[in-house]
């Protein structure tokens, strides 16, 4: 029996063999798992049982001995049922929440979170966040940040915090008394009473200052004007944030320094020039005609943004005092001391303005295009009424003489009757019937008929007539020429060196067989005018022929003239409407002659080169470069159509203005070629560099007859000047159109239409030519920062040397200065950028190459200026101090200090509005 009952024990206790431990069976797994809970719930039993030291002690023992699976295994059991306190926010919630959050801190709390970890440092030093903390205080960056910078601002805001003059709590209470605890009446009439000595303390400083600057101001700035004494803020303002404080303080003191500096003297007002003051003297106020005429010159103002201006200059006649100015960069004030220098004190016979506008406005200077809306604001105003002061009066002859064509609008035609009223001087203008590239300086004038033109008052009539003609060629000739020159020139004045390059061009163009035809084409131009004497006298003598037969037939002569002489001046008005008519079609027909050249001589043979297999263009690119000029043409040419037929039925009660408003409402065309403009000339660049068989089509056609000798970019800019000739002649037409005509109206729409479009090309060009100038800026200047922001354009450049001073304890005509180094200033509108200037000279060469290295940046808001007087030991020195340096500088000669001081000036009370 225990033979046959072996197997079966022999089995069952293989069932219960154990492994590690002699309580878990190894090959029952359901006794396994059984034995298993109950083990798991002892345990449990034992734990609750337990102490909490027990429990970590147990707990400790238990985490040491599992292996990485099993702890990775409770750290997720952790996540995903139990919620963990200490999860950093920035990591979990999007950039814009963490952001917005940090934005609640002030900049002490953020430079503390910085610290805290990398992601912490990353978003509190962004830019967002400190911009804002910077910009609230008038603390702006002189730059922008690259793309990759960040924390600009946040050291911007730390520079700019470091330099401000704080108080510990300890020394405000001691100055200022502890706010927090209530305070007597007498302590508050003590506080009031101490800080009213501290304002009468600055002021007397402030006074004593002026008083020193006005004292030892050099001669040629004697009768300058002391400006304001500066008001501090008073009691309730000294109670706000120390922040806005020291933010209006500095404000106050910059214009203060402003106030401070010499101004040209008030040649209007009681210091008169010598000149004028023994020209009083004459007891029956008459002079000699003689003697005052060979005295008085004439005088021209030339502007340095007229096309080949320097062809202008040469052009002037011998006797003709020439003032050439820079455009930008030049103020209302230091263009009245360029002509002051220039006059010496006499008066002038006539004065010319030769410089851009239309005939709406004068575009004078940058920054001052003068129409009837700015007038009569009081620098403009205070600048005419002086300019009328250097010209005779009206019934000595003298006149001023614009050579804009204000006359061809009722706009100009009231800019001018303006002008003639706050001066007391009679002012001239062209009419500016005929178009082109000033060609207006050529037609008729306002103003009492004469036997010549104004212009040739002042204007070789040959060599002005040969500028008109070739303006915009000269003028991208002389670009490069002006580049090769300018080191040569650097110390020459502009109108020197401007008539030396006017010659220059002159001769290479051999004007002299234009000059030598001089004779001949004056004896016509004689006979041409005692033809036209001799029609209008006929004219004239029938006229009085009629008028006196019809006073022997009528009894009321006087109302019988005023019927003739309105009927006369209709017919006038009639006749220089339909003048100008034919002038709108004609110059239509040639502008599409122009666009249509392009279509012939270019887009039509690379199309056809196209379909036959060879093709010199894919289509893309000749779409690119011909579309939108394409469409051009075709609208244009249906808008010359319809002037055409409009035309050949004219009538004086005829109609151009729904024709303009037709065009008007398709301008989009125009839209797409201005949008695409820059695309179509850089795709020209490519294909010429890229395509050989391109190149060699460009060199065929390019600058040949059948092309008016213009090359494919040139030929493309014609859409961009045409809508200056068409504002140009709406306004002649409705200046010639009465007030009763039923064109009247639609004539001012299409006015509107065609000046808005004018407007959004002009914002393009400045655009374009202010990043040019930024880009160029940039490229000469080593280690500069970024230039290029939106609304930014350079002013002026400023060559000057830094003195170093030895002893600044010493009064001002006692310092003795040392030169440093050469540098040169860049006048931008929001910032004054300061750079090291080097020469190098080349070897066996004249020619030299300017380096510029950058210094510093500093916003013009936070600029102090101070003048040093002249003496013994300097000349035209000047400091520019900024929060963190100063510098002293000095200019080569006076003008030069004048006109950059002016220039500065302007630009800081312009940044701080």
């Not at 008083?211 to 040629?220: E, G, N, V, Y």
């Not at 005779?392 to 003298?398: D, I, L």
Request: aromatic share 10%; glycine share 4%; proline share 4%.
């Amino acid at each position: 029996m225990s033979l046959r009952n072996f197997p079966q024990r022999s089995l069952e206790m293989e069932s219960f063999h154990t492994r590690f431990s002699t309580w878990t069976p190894f090959n029952n797994r359901s006794l396994n798992r059984q034995l298993f809970q109950e083990r798991v719930t002892l345990i449990s039993h034992w734990f609750g049982l337990w102490t909490h030291k027990q429990r970590q002690e147990f707990l400790f023992t238990i985490l040491s001995q599992c292996s990485k699976s099993q702890l990775r295994f409770i750290q997720d059991w952790f996540s995903e049922r139990k919620q963990v306190a200490s999860v950093d926010f920035s990591t979990v919630l999007p950039r814009s929440i963490s952001l917005y959050i940090f934005s609640f801190l002030n900049p002490k709390d953020l430079c503390a979170a910085a610290q805290v970890s990398w992601p912490w440092k990353f978003l509190t030093e962004q830019d967002c966040l400190w911009m804002p903390k910077c910009t609230r205080l008038g603390w702006f960056l002189p730059y922008t940040p690259t793309q990759n910078e960040y924390g600009a601002w946040k050291h911007h805001y730390i520079a700019c915090v470091s330099s401000l003059d704080w108080l510990t709590p300890r020394e405000a209470a001691a100055v200022y008394g502890t706010l927090n605890e209530p305070k007597t009446e007498d302590e508050e009439f003590k506080e009031r009473q101490r800080e009213k000595c501290l304002r009468k303390i600055i002021w007397e400083k402030i006074a004593f200052r002026k008083k020193a600057l006005f004292k030892t101001r050099p001669p040629w700035l004697s009768g300058t004007r002391c400006s304001k004494p500066m008001s501090l803020p008073s009691g309730p303002q000294m109670q706000r944030e120390g922040a806005g404080f020291y933010e209006a303080l500095e404000r106050q003191l910059v214009l203060a320094s402003l106030d401070a500096l010499p101004m040209r003297s008030n040649l209007s007002g009681s210091h008169s020039p010598p000149f004028l003051v023994k020209e009083n003297r004459h007891g029956t106020g008459r002079t000699d005609d003689c003697s005052f005429c060979a005295l008085r010159p004439c005088v021209i103002l030339i502007s340095s943004r007229i096309p080949a201006y320097e062809m202008v200059v040469e052009s002037v006649k011998v006797g003709v005092v020439t003032v050439t100015y820079e455009h930008s960069g030049v103020t209302l004030e230091g263009l009245l001391h360029l002509l002051d220098r220039a006059l010496q004190g006499r008066k002038a016979r006539s004065l010319g303005i030769f410089s851009g506008g239309n005939s709406r406005e004068i575009d004078l200077l940058q920054g001052y295009k003068i129409s009837i809306k700015n007038l009569l604001w009081p620098e403009v105003r205070d600048f005419w009424e002086k300019l009328g002061s250097y010209v005779a009066t009206e019934e000595e002859g003298g006149r001023i003489d614009l050579f804009v064509p204000l006359g061809a609008s009722e706009a100009g035609i009231e800019v001018l009757s303006q002008l003639s009223q706050l001066t007391g001087t009679f002012f001239s203008a062209p009419t500016g019937i005929a178009t082109g590239s000033f060609q207006h300086i050529l037609s008729d004038w306002l103003g009492p008929q004469q036997d010549r033109l104004p212009s040739s008052d002042y204007f070789s009539e040959s060599k002005l007539q040969a500028w008109t003609n070739f303006t915009d060629s000269l003028e991208d000739t002389l670009k490069s020429v002006r580049k090769e020159f300018h080191p040569l020139f650097r110390n020459l004045r502009r109108s020197i060196s401007g008539q030396i390059l006017g010659q220059l061009m002159f001769d290479s163009l051999s004007a002299a067989s234009i000059l030598d035809n001089q004779d001949a084409a004056q004896a016509l131009a004689d006979g041409l005018v005692a033809l036209s004497k001799e029609g209008s006298e006929r004219h004239a003598i029938e006229d009085n022929f009629q008028d006196t037969k019809s006073s022997q037939k009528q009894s009321i002569l006087n109302m019988e003239v005023l019927l003739k002489l309105e009927r006369k001046l209709q017919m006038d008005s009639v006749e220089k409407r339909t003048r100008v008519v034919r002038e709108l079609v004609q110059s239509e027909r040639r502008y599409v002659q122009m666009l249509g050249i392009v279509q012939e001589v270019y887009a039509r043979p690379l199309k056809a080169a196209l379909v036959s297999n060879r093709a010199i263009l894919s289509a893309a690119n000749i779409h690119i470069i011909f579309s939108d000029v394409l469409r051009i043409l075709n609208l244009n040419r249906e808008f010359l159509d319809n002037l055409r037929d409009r035309l050949q039925e004219w009538s004086p009660a005829h109609c151009v203005g729904e024709i303009f408003i037709k065009f008007g409402r398709q301008l989009n065309t125009y839209t797409n070629f201005f949008n695409n403009y820059p695309v179509v000339l850089k795709t020209i660049e490519k294909c010429r560099e890229m395509t050989p068989a391109f190149r060699a089509f460009l060199k065929r056609h390019d600058n040949t007859i059948a092309t008016k000798m213009l090359s494919l970019p040139e030929l493309l800019l014609y859409p961009s000047r045409r809508f200056e000739e068409y504002i140009h002649l709406l306004y002649a037409l409705r200046l010639h159109t009465s007030a009763g005509h039923v064109d009247r109206g639609d004539l001012t729409t299409a006015i509107d239409q065609i000046k808005k479009y004018k407007g959004y090309i002009d914002q393009i060009k400045e655009n374009i030519k202010m990043r040019e100038q930024l880009t160029h800026v940039q490229t000469i200047i080593s280690d500069c920062p970024t230039l290029l922001e939106a609304n930014r354009y350079l002013i002026r450049m400023q060559d000057v040397v830094q003195l170093h001073c030895y002893d600044e304890k010493m009064d001002f005509p006692l310092r003795l200065y040392e030169q440093t180094r050469d540098l040169s200033l860049f006048l931008f509108n929001d910032a004054l950028l300061v750079t090291s200037r080097a020469t190098s000279h080349t070897p066996f060469e004249r020619t030299s190459k300017t380096t510029y290295q950058f210094i510093a940046s500093v916003a013009l808001p936070r600029m102090f200026i101070e003048d040093i007087p002249d003496s013994k030991y300097v000349k035209n020195a000047f400091i520019l101090q900024g929060p963190m340096r100063e510098w002293i500088c000095a200019t080569e000669a006076a003008d030069d200090k004048f006109l950059w001081l002016s220039a500065l000036q302007t630009a800081i009370r312009s940044s701080m509005k």
